[in-house]
């Protein structure tokens, strides 16, 4: 029996949108009814990863019996304040409103602490944070100021490292719990203009941010031993509780929360 569907007729606009979190939850998304407009950084490197994500929204559409546009992909560079003026111009150009945002795109390198460079750090904050801000206020601006009736929901993925340290993270941790006080905060300047902003914190999910350290037998199973679930997270496990958090239907009376995705991890002190 087919699962019903949660968003239909829903605009929802991913930063981050190709690769990861941000492309399972497009993939769901859609699958769900919605209108989806991803973005992603741009350049030679996108162009495969395009070509697959188009490919698969085709084949996903065929077979839930959904035609017309329903997806777009919209280049830029997050760090920059214009890319999310023009990523929800481009998105309400072409499907009508916005209903949903995700502020997904980030990145994470793991370095020591006395090794941490200014590129480095300013790179990851501009890019976690800063891209997170400019985005959600782009996002915000749209469904408070410019359609109505107004309202939506914002999503911010933050992490787990919002929540505990890690020693090679000194760069990266901060930037997630910005990430949710940002939410945190937007919530109480939102609620106003039925604005819903809420935040996912995953656990170790294995995406390519990561994947060369999951390839390593004893680091892998050090950390599935840790996990109460007993396995790492995969992309797709976000995608269920971003719909939960974008239907109004389900999650209505939701905002400012966080809701950890991450196997347990966080509550296992043994």
């Known amino acids: 029996m087919p699962l019903p569907q949660l968003l239909t007729g829903k605009v929802a606009a991913i930063t981050g949108g190709l690769t990861g979190i941000g492309r399972a939850i497009a993939l769901e998304y859609l699958r769900h009814g919605a209108y989806v407009a991803v973005n992603h950084l741009g350049g030679a490197n996108d162009e495969p990863l ?5 490919k698969d929204v085709s084949e996903l559409l065929a077979s839930t019996s959904q ?3 329903r997806f777009i992909a919209v280049a830029g560079d997050v760090t920059k304040p214009e890319t999310g003026t023009e990523f929800i111009k481009q998105t309400v150009e072409t499907f009508g409103r916005l209903d949903v945002f995700v502020s997904n795109a980030g ?21 976690n944070l800063t891209g997170a ?3 959600i206020q782009a996002a ?26 890690g020693g090679q993270q000194t760069h ?35 995406t390519q941010l990561n994947e060369e350290d999951m390839r390593d037998p004893g680091k892998r199973g050090y950390m599935e031993g840790r996990i109460p679930l007993g396995r790492l ?11 939960f ?8 009376y939701v905002t400012g929360a966080q809701l950890l995705v991450d196997g347990g991890l966080f509550v296992n002190l043994q």
């Open 172 to 206: 990266y941790t901060p930037t997630k719990a910005g990430v949710l006080s940002l939410v945190q905060s937007t919530a109480v300047a939102l609620g106003k203009y039925n604005i819903r902003c809420n935040a996912l914190l995953p656990g170790t999910i294995r």
């Open 140 to 165: 915000a601006n749209q469904m408070a100021r410019f359609q109505s009736p107004p309202g939506g929901s914002i999503i911010g993925i933050s992490s787990i490292s919002a929540l505990v340290g």
């Open 233 to 243: 997270g995969a992309p797709p496990d976000l995608a269920g509780p971003a719909v």
């Open 67 to 69: 035609d017309g546009e």
């Open 50 to 54: 395009l070509l697959e994500m188009k």
């Open 107 to 127: 990145v994470c390198r793991f370095e020591e602490f006395l090794d941490v460079t200014p590129t480095l750090l300013n790179h990851t904050i501009t890019t």
């Open 245 to 252: 958090l974008a239907c109004g239907e389900l999650s209505g």
């Open 133 to 135: 801000f400019y985005g």
